[in-house]
């Protein structure tokens, strides 16, 4: 089975710009989790998605959001882009958020690195 | 506050040497416990979880923990250590809830090197 994508791998872009990554869960996974990995904050929760609704959402600006399709791909969608949005951006999906109140694994894809110029 | 605490930042051992990284937790209920290792380059990798029962927790590449109640800790524990295990390695919890959606709480990490 084939574990989580995402793409790209890596992107730069400008300070004002806007960005899109994109996150393929495992198949049969439905929910989605967005995480920021910077040197100075460590691992920080962005947003999670579970049947195309976000279900729950970190301590993070209206910036940055995101979706999930039907097929449970996701897309997390940074705009005005700052110099400390630099990080890497790492999904991770799981069967559900939860079964019977027991936290499904999550699995992590190996992440999109931004750095923002 | 609730928090996750790696204390060390950095730990050197030596090749076939034993290993033991610290995690401590503060929160109200003990959580969901897990340990997630990152290799250079790539996404992060479950090696264990305690979600109950054995406070021994066995895991993959011979990993194990220990779960410690009186003390609020969750150390992790190798016992001969193998170059290939150089890698920044993170405690994570999960706060005990009865909601379906959960996040993932990460300590700072603890960077690992093997000296040959």
């Known amino acids: 089975k084939a574990g989580v994508t995402q793409t790209p791998r890596y992107l730069i872009k400008t300070r004002g710009q806007q960005v899109t990554l994109s996150c393929s869960p495992i198949s049969g996974h439905r929910s989605v989790s967005w995480y920021q990995q910077t040197p100075g904050q460590g691992l920080q929760f962005l947003f999670e998605y579970f049947s195309e609704t976000q279900r729950n959402k970190g301590n993070f600006p209206g910036r940055f959001s995101g979706r999930q399709f039907s097929n449970s791909r996701s897309e997390m969608n940074v705009s005005t882009l700052e110099l400390g949005d630099s990080a890497l951006y790492l999904c991770?999906?799981?069967?559900?958020?939860?079964?019977?109140?027991?936290?499904?694994?999550?699995?992590f894809g190996a992440g999109t690195r931004l750095s923002v110029l | 506050a609730q928090s996750v605490t790696q204390p060390d930042i950095h730990i050197t051992v030596s090749e076939g040497a034993s290993l033991e990284l610290r995690c401590n937790y503060s929160y109200g209920a003990t959580p969901y416990l897990f340990w997630y290792v990152q290799s250079p380059g790539q996404g992060l990798q479950l090696l264990l979880k305690?979600?109950?029962?054995?406070?021994l927790v066995q895991g993959i590449k011979g990993f194990e923990a220990e779960f410690k109640r009186s003390q609020s800790s969750f150390n992790l524990r190798k016992p001969s250590v193998h170059w290939s295990d150089a890698a920044e390695y993170f405690c994570a919890v999960v706060p005990l809830s009865g909601a379906g959606s959960y996040q993932l709480t990460f300590g700072k990490g603890t960077k690992l090197s093997v000296i040959p």
């Open positions: 305690y979600f109950s029962g054995d406070t």
């Open positions: 991770a999906s799981s069967l559900e958020g939860s079964g019977g109140g027991v936290p499904n694994i999550q699995y």
